[in-house]
């Protein structure tokens, strides 16, 4: 059961352009949202985190938005650079829940020149 | 700074062989998590602990047993090998609060033929 839905699996985005990464979860009890990026041939390292009773999260130029009611939530990346190529993943921790992170499948964004 | 080190990066096994994977933090975080990562499925618990000498099981456990007897270490062992676990395994770490990063290792690529 996968408890964290992520889109799309891979997107291209231009120089300049806005990269959009959207993350759908089911249980209610999930406290906390981060964002993971994750370069090839190395570990996932934490880029930007959300609490449910924030409705927005600007970090530079990566954004989380949080929508409570619909239980999704999504990374911005504006002015994406091809530095920013890499692979994304959402995560939900619940805190009553011996603190597991539950992960989506995964981003991988190319911004091309 | 070491973070967290896991070896070995790479193994390539025999179908029924047995190993361990090491994972070595030096952080003093009280939590530790392995993890699997494969294409389209994103980032999978197998096991975690929450302290020396405690372990749990994840959305993944079969075929996998995990031992914490000094809190810098947690190990992976799997004791008959199948093909269905090649895969790029990474350990993570964090202290026990919610908002806690995760810390991850740069990952152990196993290839069971």
């Known amino acids: 059961q996968q408890q964290v839905k992520q889109s799309p699996q891979s997107l291209i985005v231009q120089k300049g352009g806005i990269s959009i990464i959207n993350c759908a979860y089911e249980?209610?009890?999930?406290?906390?949202f981060p964002w993971y990026q994750q370069f090839p041939g190395k570990g996932p390292a934490l880029l930007i985190a959300?609490?449910?009773?924030?409705s927005e999260k600007k970090e530079g130029r990566f954004t989380i938005s949080f929508n409570k009611s619909a239980k999704q939530f999504s990374l911005h990346i504006m002015d994406s650079q091809p530095g920013d190529s890499a692979t994304y993943f959402c995560?939900?921790?619940?805190?009553?829940?011996?603190?597991?992170?539950?992960f989506g499948t995964g981003t991988k964004l190319q911004v091309i020149p | 700074n070491a973070g967290v080190t896991q070896t070995p990066k790479f193994r390539v096994l025999k179908t029924g062989q047995s190993m361990t994977l090491l994972c070595a933090q030096d952080?003093?975080?009280?939590?530790m998590y392995w993890y699997r990562q494969d294409p389209g499925m994103g980032l999978r618990l197998i096991h975690y602990?929450?302290?020396?000498?405690?372990?749990a099981k994840g959305e993944v456990p079969d075929g996998y047993n995990v031992s914490r007897l000094k809190k810098q270490n947690f190990l992976l062992g799997l004791e008959s090998a199948a093909p269905s676990q090649t895969s790029v395994y990474f350990c993570?770490?964090?202290?026990?609060?919610?908002?806690?990063?995760?810390?991850f290792g740069e990952g152990s690529r196993l290839t069971v033929l």
């Open positions: 993570a770490s964090r202290l026990a609060p919610v908002t806690g990063e995760l810390f």
């Open positions: 249980n209610t009890a999930f406290d906390y």
């Open positions: 959300i609490r449910p009773d924030v």
């Open positions: 995560a939900a921790i619940w805190s009553g829940g011996y603190q597991k992170v539950t």
């Open positions: 952080m003093n975080h009280e939590y």
């Open positions: 602990s929450v302290g020396e000498g405690t372990t």
